[in-house]
């Protein structure tokens, strides 16, 4: 049996954090199996429903590098892959279904079932009035013009049972289920209708979704029951909470995968780090590629319990991919946010790559990028008042006078020239004058980055170049007054 499974996102908003760790899961066990994954709409809300948010969803599942086999925008054998579209299948199985007796015309309005619920009857759901009307009875409704939803006659006193592969066995007794609309009035079908039918005619093999839906599994497994279909397996992920234990909230922020995107993270730490919410392999390992993780992954590892969303984690690996990363696939992803930085100056990618070079070890996320580079487009410094003092030696002159000429004489700052050349000015600094060490070091240190502390000098003078070295330790002797 070739395992097929898939992501069906209501288009309805952003993907969020959730959804995509949902994919995930299953493209993780398609990938592990040998088997397919597939990507449908599910728009029958009409009103809210937008193919936006179908590209924008598609398109951030494919920047997280989560491809499809099937179904929206790729095609298939067991198209359409929008519910909308799908409208004629549905009808025919509904054909099925009142074939065999399971379903029935509902002409309720939403008033009246708000008043039955009042007098206490069907208290928890629908009472089942209509399930009793006589023939003629619809007939003349329905020759009158009303427009009836379609309702699915639950079983009565019998218990759904089925193993879901996370949370183990299932039991619900069809007298706490009552029966549901699958059509509504205006002949779209409901979810979990649409669900099945989609689930069976595209040969769906496992069923992995958020745990928000175990409450409609046994609603669905009446359903195959009715047609007589086998059921799909299922898996129920579990919750994600924020760090104080309660459900993912606004108060998280933005948790839609576009803005993590914006903030800078990789995609590759995202997977790695919506990976371990709720799995975990079976030695104790943080930092895994895409590769790893599928060669490991198995959904009896997949926790029962909430995975709790840690944001230092996520830092921390965002953080250890980007130290690892190939620099060019850097430069192409800071692009944007040099932009979004406004920083429109004409940099060179070669640039762009020596400087995340140097500072990616500092960075959480490629938005922080930026700072630095601001910062490295200067040509002026602001010295600040504790740096002052190393500006104020009696050597500093002579110190930042020799360190001038020497730039002066440099083709171009390369790294290993300029190790070099500081090498040999302290050196020579040492037998000309007697100064050496920090009284060098730190007055160059402060001309050239007005601080302290800092990279490199053998880093920060290839990230300046010589002109801007030059004018840098020009405005720091001026605010020194040397
Ligand atoms: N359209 C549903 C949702 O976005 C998916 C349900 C399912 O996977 O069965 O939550």
């Not at 980055?449 to 020009?474: D, K, M, N, V």
Request: aromatic share 8%.
């Amino acid at each position: 049996m070739t395992v097929r499974v898939r992501f069906a996102p209501s288009p309805t908003g952003p993907l969020h954090i959730g959804g995509a760790r949902t994919v995930l899961f299953n493209w993780l066990f398609a990938r592990r199996q040998g088997g397919k994954m597939l990507l449908r709409s599910e728009d029958t809300d009409l009103e809210r429903s937008d193919v936006k948010w179908e590209q924008a969803i598609a398109e951030n599942l494919r920047w997280l590098g989560l491809e499809w086999d099937e179904g929206l925008e790729v095609g298939g054998a067991n198209g359409p892959y929008r519910q909308t579209e799908r409208l004629e299948i549905y009808k025919e199985y509904l054909g099925r279904l009142w074939l065999g007796g399971h379903v029935y015309y509902c002409f309720c309005t939403a008033e009246e079932l708000a008043a039955q619920r009042q007098q206490g009857e069907g208290s928890f759901g629908y009472s089942g009035r209509c399930r009793h009307l006589a023939p003629q009875e619809v007939e003349q409704k329905l020759a009158e013009g009303l427009k009836p939803t379609i309702r699915f006659k639950v079983p009565k006193e019998k218990t759904v049972v089925f193993q879901d592969l996370i949370r183990g066995e299932v039991s619900v007794d069809t007298s706490d289920i009552s029966d549901f609309v699958i059509i509504k009035s205006d002949g779209i079908p409901t979810y979990n209708f649409a669900v099945v039918v989609d689930d069976l005619t595209m040969g769906i093999t496992h069923v992995i979704r958020a745990n928000e839906h175990l409450t409609n599994t046994p609603n669905q497994i009446l359903i195959y029951d009715a047609l007589g279909e086998d059921t799909p397996e299922f898996a129920h992920v579990s919750l994600i909470l924020d760090e104080t234990g309660r459900k993912m909230s606004k108060r998280m922020g933005d948790m839609s995968v576009e803005a993590y995107a914006r903030r800078g993270y990789l995609p590759e730490a995202i997977v790695n780090f919506l990976a371990l919410l709720g799995w975990s392999p079976d030695e104790e390992k943080e930092i895994m590629p895409l590769e790893e993780i599928v060669s490991r992954f198995d959904l009896e590892r997949v926790s029962k319990s909430p995975a709790v969303f840690d944001f230092k984690k996520l830092d921390w690996l965002n953080n250890q991919y980007l130290q690892h990363a190939d620099l060019d696939y850097l430069v192409s992803l800071s692009h944007p946010h040099l932009e979004a930085a406004g920083i429109d100056a004409k940099l060179s990618d070669e640039w762009l790559a020596y400087v995340l070079g140097v500072v990616r070890d500092e960075l959480n996320n490629l938005s922080e990028f930026p700072e630095h580079v601001k910062e490295y487009l200067s040509d002026t410094v602001i010295v600040s008042p504790e740096a002052k003092e190393h500006l104020l030696l009696e050597s500093t002159p002579l110190v930042l006078d020799a360190l001038t000429e020497r730039l002066k004489d440099m083709e171009k700052l390369e790294q290993d020239a300029c190790q070099q050349m500081l090498k040999q000015l302290n050196k020579d600094l040492k037998k000309s004058a007697g100064v050496s060490g920090k009284a060098v070091f730190m007055p160059i240190r402060v001309a050239l980055s007005g601080a302290t502390s800092g990279q490199e000098l053998y880093y920060l003078l290839p990230i300046l170049g010589r002109e801007r070295a030059l004018r840098r330790i020009e405005s720091a002797q001026a605010q020194a007054g040397i």
